[in-house]
């Protein structure tokens, strides 16, 4: 058998072909560096306007605005993985001229998404998004700088991101499985059970969630120990919203276990209030002293709560001796103050029946009107003549529309009806 002889041009074939291919591992080796320690990142609106470009530095796990102070303005890589790069730039919300920000989010974002160039320097194609924001974007940096612990880092801040969303999905179908609903005419928020509708209005209020559940609110808790430090939870007002979840399902061992549990990790106010709440309500054992104790006493806080069910135990005597003026003092000063309205407007807004009562109010002192004219007949003495005729002088006057008032009173009232059936 004889051994096939390689032709010239197949050669030259070889030969090119081997050239293409290194060309080909120049081309993509630069698409997979790990992120800088610094970039240039620039962006121009979807007008075509004037570029706009700032310094971000690494420092710790995010990139910090150079020559800014503002602490909302940072820069994190959401991916930086095959050929991809996606960052998301946060600052803060600014209204043009004087129009006030108050109750508004200041912390906004846009997000910059482009691919890395061959050249293994900048990016391109890159596209901005984001809830205020469109246009073009890109990244420039020195390659020599770029890290493998920022690289690394942002592994991390994805793995995080991915265990942030199961612990999300677990809280989505724990309030899944009890939809917000009516019993009797009381609102029992999504994730509580019945029971919470039995609860006085006050202590309703007071267990409504102020912060957003970060954590799996069915975690379990032992209440035999004087603080379950075994729960891995170290951030109280995590603490303090599962205790306040496990408190609206009824389940009061474990959501004082919770409570005071984040009452033990910074002496958090509130959380000393329920525990005062949780004694007054014989959830585990009744003792109204020590309730009044963790509202005024060794434990106080001067957390507004507190101040109310302060003003409570003096009125009703519970835990103290009545004092109807020391009560009445306390609810003056309460009213004096704009967040103690506050409170007095979320106790017993959730029954249907309060709300109605409060609609029924606003709409008969906001009641619609109509012009009404009224016309009389009368003597008329012409004052250089002396005669005297008979004319007719009509007044017009706006009166409340009785007829559209009825309709909207009656549209309340049947809102009302349909509540108050829900679960009798």
Known sequence: MQCPRWGRGMLLLLLSSCVFLGRMVGQTGPRNIDPPEKFRFCVRGADGGKESCETDSWAEDHYIVEGSRDQLDYVIITQWSGGKVVIRRNYRFVMPGNVSTRGMDPNTWMECSGQIASSGDHTEHG??????????????????????????????????????????????????GAPAHRVNGILVPAGASDVFASYPDDVRAILLPEHPLTLDPLRPCDDSKEDDTGTGVTDPVAALEIGRFALRRGEYKRGHCWINHSAYLDKNPRAMTLLGVIHLMNWGSRDPQKAFHYFDGEFQTHDLWALYFVEQCYKNGVGVEKNVMRASQIDTALMMRDDGQQLFLMIGMDDAAVAWREKRAAAILDASTKPETTCTHGPVTNPRTGAITYQETCNTTYVTDDDALQRQLDRIDQQYQNQAKQKQ
């Open 127 to 176: 596209v901005i998004s984001g809830p205020m924001n469109e246009g073009t974007c890109s990244l420039t940096w020195d390659p020599r700088s770029s890290s493998r612990a920022i690289a690394k880092s942002v592994v991390e801040r994805q793995e995080t991101a991915a265990l942030w969303a199961k612990e999300n999905e677990r809280i989505r179908m724990a309030f899944a």
